[in-house]
């Protein structure tokens, strides 16, 4: 992956913050707390208030667009039978997160809740 395509996948906000849960976690994640997660952070509300459409809504998102491009460049895996995501232990991931330090601001802090300034 050069520099180039690692902006090509942080162009998403949504891919952004799966890196990032990814990354601050430091461990594999399942995909309803990701979907949470990614749902809080689009609707600008706690994980805990988010409504079950809004976070169904999100999985739909990330399980048939971003999980499927992250995983072609070998940025994340998804254990579907446990339901789990972490990132590859690869040099892409690397790549990615040189490129994401790049980004204004990183990580993404337009969350309220745990990513409040």
Excluded at 6 to 14: C, G, I, W
Excluded at 68 to 87: F, G, H, K
């Amino acid at each position: 992956m050069d520099q180039r395509d690692a902006f090509r996948v942080l162009a998403s906000a949504d891919r952004q913050f799966v890196l990032h849960e990814l990354v601050d976690r430091d461990d594999s994640v399942s995909v309803d707390a990701l979907s949470q997660a990614v749902a809080a952070r689009r609707h600008r509300v706690s994980p805990e208030a988010v409504s079950d459409a809004q976070a169904d809504r999100a999985q739909v998102r990330l399980v048939h667009l971003h999980f499927p491009q992250l995983m072609d460049r070998n940025i994340i895996t998804v254990d579907w039978a446990d339901d789990e995501v972490s990132l590859a232990d690869t040099e892409h991931v690397d790549v990615l997160l040189e490129a994401a330090e790049e980004l204004e601001p990183w990580p993404p802090n337009d969350m309220p809740g745990r990513y409040s300034w």
